[in-house]
């Protein structure tokens, strides 16, 4: 089992930035690819981006492409989501998330999650 632990999230103004952490712990398996999705008030849970261990493979939503990065720190076990260019439409709980399978991340049906962090985007 791997503990999925997020921090970062807060409230910031529409074209403001924010960087999520998501740090691991507790997992079988080193090679593990995680990953970020969120959802939004009203709205079903959404994929936002993944990334493998060694980063070959690494997807991103398109409402997300060109504003938001995905990258590891593999040392340290722990993913980061650097949020650029903030929108209203950005405004979501985000949950990490981890498997060692890249494909069930995104199909969003990953073995773990973390309890997600609240990121509020004011216009």
């Known amino acids: 089992q791997v503990r999925l632990v997020e921090s970062g999230g807060g409230l910031v103004q529409a074209g403001g930035s924010l960087r999520l952490s998501c740090a691991a712990s507790?997992?079988?398996?080193?090679?593990?690819?995680m990953g970020w999705f969120r959802q939004a008030p009203g709205k079903e849970r959404e994929f936002v981006a993944v990334?493998?261990?060694?980063?070959?493979?690494?997807y991103y939503a398109d409402s997300v492409k060109g504003r938001f990065t995905i990258f590891r720190d593999n040392a340290k076990d722990t993913v980061y989501l650097q949020m650029n260019s903030l929108k209203p439409e950005d405004t979501a709980v985000y949950y990490c998330a981890a498997d060692s399978v890249v494909i069930k991340l995104r199909r969003g049906v990953p073995d773990n999650w973390g309890q997600g962090t609240q990121v509020t985007v004011s216009s």
């Open positions: 507790g997992r079988t398996f080193s090679n593990y690819a």
């Open positions: 990334r493998s261990w060694s980063g070959g493979s690494t």
